[in-house]
């Protein structure tokens, strides 16, 4: 353990990324007392309303960078493609959590993979492909049946392809930009699972309990906190995902995404370096929410509980149900109790396009799981609330 050196609260915080990711963590920190600045190409970005300045410039803007980090005492990130060479130039002024040499293993989804396997850690069936040829080449090779990834970029579901045989492989390559790709065979899932590690730089460690995750089209649909699942699976796949943290480093938060297989084996998919996607249940279920833990972290101050108080679950609200211009029934939602509704306050809702989620508690993971998918079907009319 090292000694603690906390960046206390009227410092400045800065992060790299306005999303929804960084607004709820501009929110948290806002909460505890800290100054919030933030970098994002988009000048309507969800988090310009909730931070003291906003800066608008690309992320692998390096002078930009540099203006923000020179404002803060400490900087992070919520997304992760962010240029390296901005947090080189970040860190010339402030201490850049989580640093350099995590993106450089998680951005390139080749290169995590390959980190990954080097370091003992169990995957399922892979290879990289950088020609049309090499891909139908490594399509063949792990059966047909294969999901593929541009190895950069490509969240929710962009930037991926469904492949249900080689017969299929022709032109994908060129479809997903004719960019190196990643081609991961299809696996057997009995469940889709995810942990979320926080590790200060003074080296204390926080985990909260694996979520279960359900996707639709590639992107998250609904999350649940705790995952019922067994207490023997919850024990592995949490020393599992302490264990990737450990070995990469980390300060800050890591999320590691794994699939439980049917035959039993437990496989990490892939790492997120941030507040995460199926972690937000923990602002309604758990004693200290993820965005709050990734302020302690990255300041060092001492981590919350990652108790859950209560089972709880979100679904996501994605631009579709905006389609025509009609505002989703928001006040049905709300009538089933313990229902809460969470908007980004994003300018344009797009198809497929996170807007905000709906988090409910229940005495069991199922019932909160029923609840929000209640909700989420009265947002469209399709439940009628009493």
């Keep these: 353990m090292n000694a603690r050196n906390p960046i206390l609260p009227g410092a400045t915080l800065g992060i790299l990324g306005g999303g929804q990711l960084g607004r709820m963590m501009a929110m948290s920190a806002r909460s505890l007392g ?12 969800a988090a310009r309303f909730v931070v003291d300045r906003c800066i608008t410039a690309a992320f692998d803007d390096a002078q930009a960078a540099e203006v923000l980090a020179r404002g803060c005492q400490v900087v992070t990130l919520e997304i992760e493609k962010i240029g390296l060479q901005s947090l080189d130039a970040a860190a010339k002024y402030a201490p850049v959590r989580p640093g350099r040499a995590v993106l450089e ?47 950069t970029g490509g969240y929710d579901g962009g930037g991926q392809a469904h492949l249900r045989s080689a017969d299929e492989a022709g032109g994908v390559y060129a479809k997903l930009g004719g960019v190196p790709v990643v081609v991961e065979q299809a696996l057997e899932l009995e469940a889709e699972l995810s942990v979320l590690v926080a590790r200060a730089p003074s080296g204390d460690v926080a985990v909260y309990p694996p979520a279960l995750n359900h996707h639709e089209q590639r992107i998250l649909a609904w999350s649940v906190l705790p995952a019922p699942v067994p207490e023997r699976l919850r024990h592995e796949a949490t ?31 892939e790492l997120a370096p941030r507040p995460h996607n199926s972690f937000h249940a923990t602002e309604v279920g758990c004693l200290t929410s993820q965005f709050e833990q990734a302020v302690r972290a990255v300041c060092d101050l001492p981590l919350g509980s990652t108790e859950v108080v209560r ?22 939602a709300l009538q089933i109790p313990g229902v809460r509704l969470h908007l980004y306050g994003k300018r344009e809702a797009r198809p497929r396009r996170k807007m905000g989620h709906l988090s409910a508690t229940g005495m069991t993971p199922e019932e909160a799981v029923k609840k929000v998918l209640d909700a989420q079907e009265a947002l469209t009319g399709g439940l009628s609330v009493s």
């Design 34 to 45: 800290y100054h919030v600045d933030t970098l994002d190409p988009d000048p309507s970005c």
């Design 105 to 151: 293993r998680i951005q390139d989804r080749g290169v995590q993979k390959t980190w990954l396997e080097q370091s003992g850690f169990p995957l399922g069936p892979w290879k990289m492909a950088s020609s049309d040829a090499e891909l139908k080449a490594a399509v063949a090779a792990l059966g047909g049946h294969c999901f593929v990834k541009t190895r």
């Design 239 to 269: 020393e599992l995902a302490c264990e990737v943290a450990k070995k990469m480093g980390v300060e800050g938060l890591l999320v590691v995404e794994m699939f439980r297989t049917r035959d039993g084996k437990l496989l990490v998919n």
């Design 311 to 332: 089972p709880a679950a979100i679904v996501n609200l994605l631009g579709d149900l905006w389609v025509g211009g009609q505002s989703p029934r928001f006040d049905r």
